[in-house]
């Protein structure tokens, strides 16, 4: 057999992206490869990028990274989930939080009762039944893997961070476990003749990096995946038409949240994520519904203490890249794509497709089946994330043009059949692997006022006492060990309490 093992790799870019995958590779394959990043000090990243969603401390566990250390050197917190202000109309909220809510029964889901308890007038609020919006509403936490002597899940977290620190923090990582970096601005990239594959990256100094596989984490530019290699770009501005962010932080004026705050705005919505030492705040608005100007104002006239930075403009174009993978080149983070940040998840798909890439992890023939199927689970997972973001605009009861476009749009079809079968009858199938579970899509419609018409049958198997005593007895537990947590302050004093950063002037 003929040795065609990969042993070179280059990752362009250092920003979350590019430090993430030199993390993950140096962990999981450094003894086989060599693993180089180039990044440039000059371009620099962009910055933004602070919530995530509880699945990126499988990718910390593998990185062989202390939770501790690492929310200490982040300036980060503990989040719960996100509330969700005047998204299904104004002056109404809900949130989205992670973990299960109550306690299936029976073969069907916790939710089938709570909604029959709904129509009997014997449920309280969706939230009243989960562990982890107690905890968020109490502003509590505490890592809790169970509620003990009951069947019912514990507290199920992510976090928020600074994603500068975060970067730097894995590249301390990397480079511990032998990634190189380069520093450099690319100005230049090499390919072979015959079969189009990028041979190396050339440095402005005239360096040239060469590579058998070369990650994409070049950022929005897509420098080889798309500037060199034109793999083209879908967008989907159409079901999303928000395309700017406006950036600002803010010093704190309380301890910090276990949540972020999503609050919807004429024209698109505002995130407020607290950090240790700061929040980070944004507006992400429709350009074909309001100026830049005005969503500026919008901005600054909703935040809760004295900026620290000036505004700062990020323009988008929602949608992803043709292929992921295009030759030997894969594009990760920014360079493969971009959704908006309404529920976090950008960096859960650049964890995505590096463990993507470890399980397709090519040899220097590239196979094309191989490529094929990773671009096709990329694209899929995507998909699925988009339409997830797309329900929380449909679902709206607003009256502004933006939100009644929306509301009117045609959806995608995978779309449309999940929302016309929870209407119909109550029920929620999660597709194949996307990553949002029942229990969060029934969140958001429950809490956007789409209601279904009916419930399980099988929730009728119980009296109308009994099922009365079942909700009392999940609320009784949820709310009394909610009680027991230290507050989300406490605790982070208590744990991973971060230094005041250096030169700010800037206090927790
Ligand atoms: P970048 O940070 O742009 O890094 C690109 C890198 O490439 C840099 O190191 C740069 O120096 C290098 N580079 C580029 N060109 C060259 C060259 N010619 N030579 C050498 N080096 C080069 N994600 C979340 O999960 N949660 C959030 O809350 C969230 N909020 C967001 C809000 C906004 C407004 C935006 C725009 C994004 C948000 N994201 C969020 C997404 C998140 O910011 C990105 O997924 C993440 O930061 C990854 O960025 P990146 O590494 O792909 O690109």
Request: hydrophobic residues 40%.
């Amino acid at each position: 057999m003929s040795d065609s093992r990969i042993r070179d790799v280059v990752v362009v870019g250092g920003g979350t992206a590019g430090w993430m995958a030199a993390a993950a590779l140096s962990a999981t394959m450094g003894d086989k490869l060599r693993i180089r990043l180039v990044e440039s000090e000059q371009i620099g990243t962009v910055g933004v990028g602070e919530a995530t969603i509880p699945a990126i401390r499988l990718f910390n566990g593998l990185c062989g990274i202390d939770e501790n250390a690492f929310v200490r050197e982040t300036q980060g917190t503990f989040k719960l989930g996100i509330d969700f202000v005047n998204w299904g109309r104004v002056g109404e909220s809900y949130m989205h939080v992670f973990g299960q809510i109550g306690q299936s029964l029976d073969l069907i889901e916790f939710w089938q009762y709570w909604l029959r308890g709904r129509e009997e007038g014997v449920a309280e609020d969706l939230g009243r039944y989960s562990f982890n919006e107690e905890a968020a509403r109490l502003q509590r936490f505490g890592r809790v893997p169970r509620i003990p002597n009951t069947q019912l899940d514990g507290i199920a977290y992510a976090f928020h961070f600074d994603a500068s620190l975060y970067a730097k923090f894995l590249r301390r990582a990397a480079e511990a476990s032998g990634a190189k970096r380069i520093e450099g601005k690319i100005a230049s990239v090499r390919r072979n003749g015959e079969n189009g594959h990028v041979t190396a990256v050339v440095l402005e100094n005239g360096e040239a990096i060469e590579g058998e596989l070369f990650i994409d984490c070049s950022g929005f530019r897509g420098l080889l995946i798309e500037q060199e290699l034109e793999t083209g770009y879908e967008d989907w501005t159409h079901w999303l038409p928000c395309d700017r962010a406006v950036a600002v932080q803010t010093r704190n004026v309380a301890p910090p949240r276990p949540y972020t705050q999503s609050i919807a705005h004429p024209a698109g919505w505002q995130w407020r994520i607290p950090l240790q030492h700061r929040t980070g705040n944004g507006h992400v608005f429709s350009t074909a519904h309001m100026s830049e100007d005005e969503a500026t104002q919008v901005l600054l006239d909703n935040l809760e203490g004295e900026p620290i930075t000036d505004p700062r403009v990020i323009p988008f174009t929602t949608g992803m890249r043709k292929k992921a993978w295009n030759a030997n080149v894969i594009a990760l983070g920014l360079s493969s794509g971009f959704i908006e940040p309404l529920e976090s998840t950008s960096i859960h798909l650049i964890q995505n497709g590096i463990a993507r890439l470890i399980s397709h992890f090519p040899d220097r023939n590239f196979a094309p089946a191989n490529v094929e199927t990773y671009n096709r689970r990329i694209a899929y997972d995507y998909e699925r994330i988009r339409d997830f973001i797309i329900l929380h605009y449909w679902a709206n009861q607003r009256d502004e043009p933006f939100w009644t476009y929306l509301r009117e749009m045609e959806l995608p079809e995978v779309l449309r059949r999940k929302i016309d079968l929870f209407k119909d009858t109550g029920r929620i199938f999660r597709e194949q692997e996307e990553l949002f579970v029942e229990v969060g899509w029934f969140q958001v419609l429950i809490g956007q006022n789409i209601l279904p018409d009916t419930y399980h049958p099988l929730a009728d198997a119980l009296t109308k006492d009994e099922l009365a005593g079942f909700l009392r007895d999940i609320r009784t537990i949820v709310a009394a060990n909610a009680q027991k947590l230290p507050s989300h302050e406490e605790f982070i004093t208590r744990t991973c309490a971060a230094a005041p950063p250096q030169g700010t002037g800037v206090t927790a």
